[in-house]
C-alpha cells in the first residue's frame, strides 16, 4: 500500500514535463512560422528604395565606361537647335588625386572620394574640346562638401584636369587651355567639367567670350548625371541587387 502514493506522486511531475513540452513546440512552430514568413515574403518598399539607392552609387565601377561616358551626348547649341558632342577618349585612370590639381586633392580627400572616371568630348564644330569628371563618394554630403571647395564663377583652377590624347584633335588640351569650368551633384557623384578650345590657346589670349560660348557644357554634364543618378526598378533576381 506504502506504494501507491508514491506512483501518485509522479504524474503531476510528467503531466508538468508534457505541458512544458508542448508549449515549447508550440513556441518553436510560432517562430518556425515567422522566420518562413520573413523567409518568403518580397522585399519591402524601403528595402527596395534602400537596393536601388546602392545600385545608383555602384555604377561608377559596375557600369562599363562606354555607358558612363556615351560616344555621342545631346546639347542645345549656340545658335539654337540641337548638336551632338563626340567622345574623344577616356581615361583609364580612376584615382582622385590624378585628375584634378594640387589644391584640390585634400579637399577631395576629405569628402571621401573614391574615385573620378574622366573623358573628352568635342562639340560639334570641333572647335571646343570638354573633359568631363565624374567624382564618386561614399554618399551625398561627400559630394556636396567636394562642390563646396570648388572655385566660384567658372574659374577653371583649380580644378578638374584637362584630358587631352595624342594624336587627335584634342591633343592641345592642356591645363594652361582650360577657359572656364563648371560643375553639378547629385546622389554620390559629383560631375565636374573643365572647357578650352581645340588650339590649347590660354584663357588670358582669347579676349572677351560670348557668355554663351561654352553654355552647351552645362547639358553634357546634366545628361550624364541624369543617367547615373536616375533610380532604376529594382531586379531582385539580378546580381548587380542587393535586396
Do not use: H
Amino acid at each position: 500500500m506504502n506504494d501507491v502514493p508514491a506512483r501518485r506522486r509522479v504524474w503531476p511531475g510528467l503531466v508538468a514535463a508534457s505541458v512544458l513540452t508542448l508549449a515549447c513546440a508550440g513556441v518553436a512552430g510560432v517562430a518556425a512560422g515567422v522566420a518562413g514568413a520573413e523567409l518568403t515574403r518580397g522585399p519591402s518598399t524601403a528595402e527596395l528604395r534602400q537596393a536601388a539607392a546602392e545600385e545608383v552609387a555602384r555604377r561608377w565601377r559596375t557600369w562599363p565606361a562606354g555607358r558612363v561616358f556615351p560616344e555621342t551626348v545631346r546639347y542645345a547649341a549656340e545658335q539654337g537647335g540641337m548638336e551632338r558632342a563626340r567622345r574623344v577618349g577616356i581615361s583609364p585612370q580612376t584615382a582622385c588625386d590624378r585628375a584634378v590639381d594640387a589644391r584640390l586633392r585634400e579637399p577631395m580627400r576629405r569628402a571621401g572620394c573614391r574615385a573620378i572616371l574622366r573623358a573628352t568630348y568635342l562639340d560639334a564644330l570641333q572647335g571646343v574640346v570638354v573633359t568631363v569628371g565624374v567624382a564618386a563618394f561614399p554618399d551625398e554630403p561627400g559630394s556636396v562638401k567636394a562642390m563646396s571647395a570648388l572655385p566660384r564663377g567658372g574659374r577653371p583652377a583649380p580644378g578638374l584636369k584637362a584630358l587631352s590624347f595624342p594624336g587627335t584633335v584634342a591633343d592641345r588640351f592642356t591645363a594652361a587651355g582650360r577657359q572656364a569650368s563648371l560643375a553639378r551633384k547629385g546622389g554620390p557623384y559629383l560631375v565636374m567639367v573643365t572647357v578650352g578650345q581645340v588650339d590649347g590657346r590660354p584663357a588670358k589670349a582669347t579676349g572677351e567670350q560670348r557668355p554663351t560660348m561654352f553654355a552647351f557644357a552645362g547639358d553634357i554634364a546634366d545628361r550624364i548625371l541624369d543617367s547615373l543618378t536616375t533610380p532604376a526598378p529594382p531586379d531582385c533576381a539580378s546580381r548587380e541587387w542587393r535586396c
